[in-house]
């Protein structure tokens, strides 16, 4: 389904029963909803309602020129929240989706029943430089294809390349099929995140997910999260990478349904 805002049209996914909360799912830069595969199953099994959002440039969503904030994303996710009428949803994000999370936990305040922010940070942390010459390349060659490969390798192990060929190869093409507008936006906004300052405001219960061997947001990012946010919790996956919800996804729904049901009593 579309959702058009005065920056272009805007892509979502939105399945259960009408009546039921909602668990609106926000995704990693060059991703898309379908990263969300695996716990949408368990999600509606568990009785809730599933929206699932592309982020500007991603999926089945328009690009819109120029550079992007994370701000700018979270007003598009609450522009489609009120769209549908849903005044307070819990909202899973991963990654960019994470930091999407925090500043709607942050500036939106009561919008969210729970966040639960996994693989993420709350500020850029990284290599700058490193970044903003894989954004030239891409620029020059206008396509993702030279970066994909060591994206990949971060992302998800050799071992469920192995076990689960279909999907990592699935997930290879939308890393490609990003649009070039919606990458350097996007990847823009990441190096320019920072809502740290704000996070002690928070009020949202909040739980922060890791994966030990994440080498994009390590543990240490995801715990700085979790110890600025009043009340937060935090647990960590072992083995688990960046994609976490994806290789290690009995474990995740685990921990994603013992945290929901938590928060529905």
Known sequence: MLFRRHEGWL????IGPADAPVVCMTHSLTSDAGMWAEQVGPLLAAGFQVLR???????????????YTIEELAGDVVAILDFLGFEKVHLIGLS?????????AADYPGRLRSLMACATSSRWQGDDSFMRGRMAEVRTAGTLDGIVDDNMQRR?????????????????????????????GCMEAVLRHNVFPRLGQVTTPTL????????????????????????AEYAEIAGG???LNVEFDEQFNRVMLGWLMRQKS
């Not at 959002?53 to 550079?67: F, I, K």
Request: hydrophobic letters at 40%; zero cysteines.
């Open 156 to 184: 998800y192990s050799d071992t469920f390349k192995s076990n689960a060929p279909r999907r990592w190869a699935a997930l290879r093409q939308t890393f490609l099929g990003t649009s070039i507008a919606g990458y350097l």
């Open 241 to 243: 990478r960046h994609f």
């Open 96 to 104: 960019m989706g994470g930091m999407i999370g925090q500043v709607i």
């Open 208 to 231: 922060v997910v890791a994966g030990s061997d994440d080498l994009a947001t390590p543990p240490a990012a995801n715990r700085e999260i979790a110890n600025r946010i009043p009340g």
């Open 11 to 14: 892509h979502y996914d939105l």
């Open 53 to 67: 959002l592309d982020m500007r440039g991603h999926g089945g969503s328009a690009p819109v020129a120029g550079t």
